[in-house]
Structures are given as C-alpha cells and as structure tokens.
C-alpha cells in the first residue's frame, strides 16, 4: 500500500525554554517532569508513524495525550518544535508558506467537534465555505457543495438555515464541507463526539458507506474506543505525547503493548460496559395521536418490517402494532390504532447493563424498548445486535 502520510519524530512543546525541555525530552525525561523542572508542556513527543493511501487511521488516547496537537502540526495550524511531515513525499516542513497554505487546502480538510456553522448562510453556502475562501467560482463551488450535501444524505436541505437542522445533521455539513474541497486526506477530530449514540453509530456508518466508494486518507481522532474498532484500519494510542502502541484493531485487542492500553481495552470488555443505549437501534415509530391504520401499513411496507413500535405525540411509548392486526383495521374501515396496540412490551432504561437483561432479551421474541424515566421511547434492542455488539461485529439490523 502507498504511503500517504507519513510522521517523522514529532515534537511539540508548549511554553518557555523550549530549548532546555528539548534537551530534557532527548534525555527520556517524561512530561512530568519537564512540566516541573523548566516549565514546558510536551504535547508530541518524538511521534513517528505512516498512514496508507485510503487508510481510516485513528488516534486514541486520554485527555491530554496529544491527538489533537498531532493533527494540528499535519495541517499547520501549530508549528512543530521538531520533526518532519511527508504528504505524498513532501516534506511539509520545507515548503515556503505560500506552498505549504497550497497544500493544506487542497490536499487535506479538516472536520472538528462541534464546528460552528454560519447561522446566516444557507447550508449550500456553509458547504461551499471552504472552496469559496480558495476562490473557487460561484457556480462551480454550489455544485460541488450540492453533491456533497447529497453524498452525506442531506439531499433537499441546500436552501435551509442551520438552525433549522438538528444537531446529527449539522455534523452531516460539516462533513460535507470537508468532502466538498475534494481533498485526499481528512482529519477528523472528535467529529462525532458530540452527538448521541444512535446519530453517531448512524455518522460511522456514513463515513464507512461514504469510505467504500471515495478511498480517503483520514485521520481520525476519538476517545472511545468501541469507535475505533468500528472505524479504524489501524489504531494509534497515545498518552502524554508518546506513540505507545500502533496495530490494527485486532492486535491491539489481542497484544496490547502496555498496562495503558490494556486498561482502554478493559474498559471497552464489552459485556462489562455495554449498556442498552450502547446496542438500541432506531425503532420504526408511528405515532398513535396523529398516524391511522393506513399509515402505519405504509410505514412497514416501506421498511419491509411487520410491526412498529407506537408513540404519542409526546414521543412516550405506547406499544407495539403488527401487520396482521392493522390490516383488519382497515378492512374494518376503523381509523385509530386504539384497539389493536399490544401494551405489554418490555422496556429498560438506557443505562441498564446489557448482561443483566441478556437472558430476558434471549428468551423474548419482541424487542425491549429502551425508555428514559419520563417514558420517551429512545430507541429498541434486537437480539442480533446484542449478539453483534459483544462479538464487536456489525450491528444486524434485519435480524
Ligand atoms: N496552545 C497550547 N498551549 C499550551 N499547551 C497546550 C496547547 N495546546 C495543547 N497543549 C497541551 O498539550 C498537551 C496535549 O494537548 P492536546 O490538545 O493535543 O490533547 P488531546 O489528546 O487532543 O486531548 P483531548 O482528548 O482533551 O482533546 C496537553 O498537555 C495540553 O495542555
Ligand atoms: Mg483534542
């Protein structure tokens, strides 16, 4: 495979007498102790790696270990202290700044946590921003903007405000932007960080959806570790600016280099923490206030399932309608749902460790419906999932 990117012995210290904290750093002194003796902060710390051509590379760590300053030296927003960056065999650290500002906006594009969107442009205009600060025309970057906003699923939103998106779909542009510049490499730090576990596990599936086709180089930084198994090809942990170990998914979970990484890897044992909200899926909803028989069949149909869980308009759970029973509604010409909602469904809290419902979810044949205290229904766990998730593998969803 062809190197993309590749990182030679990064470094990056933060604050006074850079100097003697290089000498210290040289010397196998750790962050600690430099912080005490000179005052310096070593964010990067002699960081080497190479990420391949089409590669989802990932960056892990605690709080604190580096990840974001490693990204921000491959796309220059911070200098390096010291050490070399190759895209595609050039060495960033040589160019002059009007080559290197060349090179960040055509060949890499940058996606952040919780990015702010321009609340007066349109979201085709917030998508387009960054080809129209390179100076693209008009046209040709709304027709770039378009096809990205449709290649993240926002197909029908171009003229819309962001705050007229919720906030998974605000992301969404977010990804776009970046896709719309048409760069080789994507850096993405905690892109999906903010948003709640089903729009995230939805983002992760875009991004691997979008991945099979377009072959990105990307950079991916997450704290979470289930992410990275999901999305990685590679893994890279780091902690207080060290590279501790780089493996794929696999050889992290079954070598870890050092009680740091085991105890990432501990923590994601997954029977150990998987909780309901971690496995519930989207339900297909109705809602009982507003949706007939007609509709609800509508709803299945188009989701090939045959049953659907039934809302207020509140959201609040209600039960659950199959097919059969629908279907002699409308021979019947009854227009309320009312009658035929089936009302005992189990139900959990989000919270609720997966180990101790596992035998009732076994033995059930209908889903549990995951509530919050209020009785919103937040999402549904089918037992293909259950089984994906502590086996680490895809979530089945047309179990
Ligand atoms: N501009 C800065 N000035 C001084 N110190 C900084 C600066 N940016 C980062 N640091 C320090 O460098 C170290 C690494 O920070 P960095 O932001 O890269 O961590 P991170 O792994 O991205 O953490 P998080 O998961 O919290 O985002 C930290 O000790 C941080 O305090
Ligand atoms: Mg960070």
């Known amino acids: ?46 960081a080497s790696f190479t990420v391949n051509d089409g590669e989802i590379f990932v960056i892990m760590g605690l709080s604190g270990s580096g990840k974001s ?32 500002l060349n090179v960040r906006r055509k060949k890499m594009s940058m996606v952040f946590q919780n ?86 596990k939805d983002m992760q599936d875009e991004l691997l959806d979008l991945q099979e086709n377009l072959h990105k180089t990307i950079v991916f930084i997450s704290h979470d570790l289930n992410e990275a198994l999901r999305i990685g090809d590679r893994i890279m942990i780091m902690k207080d600016g060290e590279v501790v170990q780089i493996g794929t998914p696999e050889e992290i979970l079954t070598q870890p280099a050092d009680e740091y990484v085991e105890r990432f890897i501990e923590d994601v044992d997954r029977t150990k923490v998987l ?34 869980y039934v809302v207020n308009n509140q959201r609040k759970f209600i039960g659950i309608v199959d097919a059969s029973h629908v279907m002699d509604l409308i021979r019947k010409k009854i227009t309320k749902l009312d009658s035929v909602v089936q009302r005992d469904v189990p139900t959990t809290s989000p919270d609720t ?26 999402g549904i766990i089918i037992r293909g999932a259950v089984l994906g998730a502590i086996s680490g593998n895809e979530v089945n969803v047309d179990e």
Do not use: C
């Open 1 to 46: 495979m062809a190197e993309k990117l590749k990182v030679q012995n990064l470094t990056k210290i933060f604050g006074r007498r850079i100097q003697k904290a290089q000498e210290l750093v040289k010397a196998g002194k750790s962050k600690a102790e430099i912080l005490n003796s000179v005052g310096a902060t070593v964010g990067v710390n002699n």
């Open 115 to 200: 990015f702010a969107l321009f609340p007066n442009r349109t979201i085709l205009e917030n998508t387009a921003y960054g080809l129209e600060i390179q100076g693209v025309d008009k046209d040709v970057r709304h027709q770039k903007a378009h096809e990205a906003l449709e290649l993240v699923g926002l197909h029908g939103y171009d003229d819309q405000f962001p705050t007229q998106l919720s906030g998974g779909m605000q992301q969404r542009v977010g990804l776009a932007r970046a896709l719309a510049n048409n760069s080789e490499i994507l850096l993405m730090d905690e892109a999906f960080s903010a948003l709640d576990p089903l729009n995230r």
């Open 353 to 378: 460790p997966i180990t101790t419902i596992m035998e009732e979810i076994s033995e059930t044949s209908i889903p549990f419906a995951v509530v919050d205290d209020q009785n919103h229904l937040l």
């Open 69 to 100: 300053t490693i990204i921000r030296m491959i796309n220059r927003l911070i200098e390096p202290t010291s050490g070399k960056i190759f895209i595609d065999g050039q060495d960033l650290t040589k160019l002059e700044k009007k080559e290197l």
């Open 275 to 308: 909780t309901a909200s971690n496995v519930m899926i989207r339900p297909n909803t109705v809602n009982i206030d507003k949706d007939g028989p007609r509709i609800t069949m509508r709803r299945m149909l188009e989701n090939e399932i045959s049953s659907v």
